[in-house]
């Protein structure tokens, strides 16, 4: 007992980590890793496995249809992405201060970020209803004209941009406002001895000093756009036609209702190189500045 | 006239009303930030209460006698109830074994410096969770479970076990060493140790990261709209399913919105220190 006792101190490094490696290695390399293997084949559920080498990946190189949801899904990410950060940054700078009821304020912006996304796309798309949704009654009330928001082809993009940034712009506000809580004070008021008006302070202080609060909040937001799923899914699923049918929308389909597993596990691929690829390049740029 | 003409009463004056303006313009502004984050919630509470007449009016109806009508077909006619135990016993479930393989490697990592498997744990969050999703479901056609609770405890697992361990680590860091070396000296185990001073002492912290992983599993979408079936469909599917049933019931839409969306809500008020933590994965502290 107490030999056991002292083995299992020994090696405690290895033996505390072990039972949540083990689940790693089962639940996600083996899946990343099967993938590979499955991207050689083609292949459908239920039917019979071919190899077929590198077949997968010329198909999904000269598909229309990849290049358009590769092109959907950065132009959903670098459309939200940018909005959401000035957002967050007005946001933020909104909230540094204290006002009556900054408490219920806070939580307020919470909500978005953590209901039940399939809820809330279940309400945008009700809201965005081009007869009955209210934003319709909304745009007629200030004068505007209706709009066809996602039955639109050319809007469906736009408009889930807008759910998504309604979504997620608080969270960039809550991390930069955490960060504007580490400037220290007296910056402030030695800007405000030497004549610097409030543009100036923000501009000279208060952007430099969040400056990494910013990129990890851009890398955060990048990687979880790039890789969004269910508003997209849920409101148009992917529709009109492709309109906004991203990558990852692309690959669900793929599997799941065309069944072709093989095709999709090269997309797949795809996806996580390309999302795993921004990241370290967005990591790098953080480590340069 | 120009500043230089003023008086300094003036001068005053003029400032005091600009700051005042400035004041009032901040607030202003605060105010329509919360009423556009507010808005979707009101518009599905009143979307629930509203009969059917009501919700395809033209023109919104915004003052009504509510009615629970909505809540009670969905309800009855439903199963909502089946649908929300499901996702209860899934998030409960995944929680727990996430708690159970988390916490200690949480712990080594914060202790040892394990900073390389903290980095494969965070690689595992970057990563698409579709990518893990058509070789599980291939997986688990095969073993027969899907439409079990083992296939969605296990992939719900993929969600929660590295919220799980990125919280705790920079909660263990924070317990002072001195207090586990007291315990060593005393002839306490490693593992002992872990279990009656570690783990106590960082109660809160635990509560936290199990609440994030309980609304994360319940608020999870993609793993079970492919893995579940008649058996174990769990609310945000069954809701999903909703619009398919060609003619749209509004009402039971914005009542099954609101009922999936509560919990979450009661879950967040508590636990709101942390909800940004956690979204960051410990990268942006409470």
């Known amino acids: 007992m107490k030999n056991a006792s002292t083995w299992i101190d020994r090696h405690a490094r290895y033996l505390f980590p072990l039972p949540a490696v083990l689940a790693i290695l089962v639940l996600i390399v083996a899946p990343v890793v099967t993938n590979f293997v499955l991207s050689l084949y083609d292949y459908f559920v239920g039917g019979r496995a071919y190899f077929v080498g590198l077949e997968n990946y010329q198909r999904g190189l000269t598909d229309p249809r990849v290049w358009n949801g590769v092109r959907n899904t950065f132009y959903f990410t670098f459309t939200a992405v940018p909005l959401q950060l000035l957002l967050g940054i007005g946001i933020a700078v909104l909230f540094n201060r204290d006002f009556p009821g900054k408490g219920i304020a806070r939580t307020i912006i919470l909500l978005p970020m953590v209901a039940t996304p399939v809820a809330i796309a279940l309400i945008w798309a009700l809201m965005f209803n081009p007869s009955l949704g209210v934003l319709n009654y909304f745009l007629e009330t200030l004068g505007l004209s209706r709009s066809l928001w996602v039955a639109q082809g050319s809007l469906a993009i736009p408009s889930l941009v807008l759910v998504d940034t309604w979504q997620w712009s608080p969270m960039i506000a809550l991390i930069l406002l955490a960060a504007m809580q580490g400037v220290p004070t007296e910056h402030y008021e030695a800007a405000r001895i030497d004549g610097a008006n409030a543009w100036q302070s923000f501009w000279h202080i208060t952007i430099p000093g969040i400056r990494s609060a910013i990129v990890v909040a851009l890398i955060l937001r990048a990687v979880d756009a790039l890789k969004t799923f269910d508003i997209i899914y849920v409101i148009t699923e992917g529709g009109p036609g492709t309109a906004s049918e991203t990558l990852n929308v692309l690959a669900f389909k793929t599997g799941f209702q065309f069944f072709h597993a093989g095709y999709a596990a090269t997309l797949l691929i795809f996806l996580m190189f390309l999302v795993l690829g921004i990241a370290v390049l967005l990591n790098a740029i953080r480590r340069r500045t | ?286």
């Open chain 2, 1 to 286: 006239m120009t500043a230089a003409a003023l008086t300094p009463a003036q001068a005053k004056a003029r400032a005091r009303r600009a700051r005042l303006l400035t004041t009032v313009g901040v607030f202003a502004l605060i105010a329509l930030v919360l009423a556009i984050m507010l808005f979707p919630f009101y518009w599905m509470v009143l979307t629930s209460l509203r009969s059917q007449v009501d919700n395809v009016s033209r023109v919104p109806v915004w003052w009504f006698t509510p009615t629970w009508e909505n809540y009670q077909n969905v309800i009855a006619r439903n199963n909502f109830l089946t649908f929300t135990w499901n996702s209860f016993v899934v998030a409960a479930l995944s929680t727990g074994i996430g708690l159970v393989l988390g916490l200690p490697a949480a712990y080594s990592i914060a202790r040892f410096k394990q900073d390389g498997l903290a980095l494969a744990i965070l690689i595992a969050r970057l990563t698409p969770y579709i990518t893990y999703l058509v070789p599980w479901y291939l997986a688990f056609r095969a073993l027969g479970l899907i439409d079990t609770y083992v296939a969605l405890t296990l992939t719900h697992l993929i969600v929660g076990m590295p919220l799980i361990v990125w919280i705790m680590i920079s909660f263990f860091e924070g317990v002072p060493q001195d207090l586990e070396e007291a315990a060593f000296v005393d002839g306490a185990t490693r593992i002992g140790t872990f279990l009656r001073v570690i783990l106590p002492l960082s109660t809160p912290g635990i509560v936290a990261a199990s609440i994030l992983a309980f609304i994360f599993s319940w608020n999870q979408f993609l793993f079970s709209l492919v893995l579940s079936g008649p058996n174990t469909r769990p609310v945000p599917v069954a809701v999903f399913n909703f619009i398919s049933y060609g003619q749209i019931d509004f009402g039971g839409l914005g009542a099954a919105a609101v009922m999936i969306t509560l919990p979450v809500l009661i879950l967040t008020l508590i636990i709101q220190r942390w909800i940004v933590t956690g979204l960051t994965m410990g990268a942006v502290k409470g």
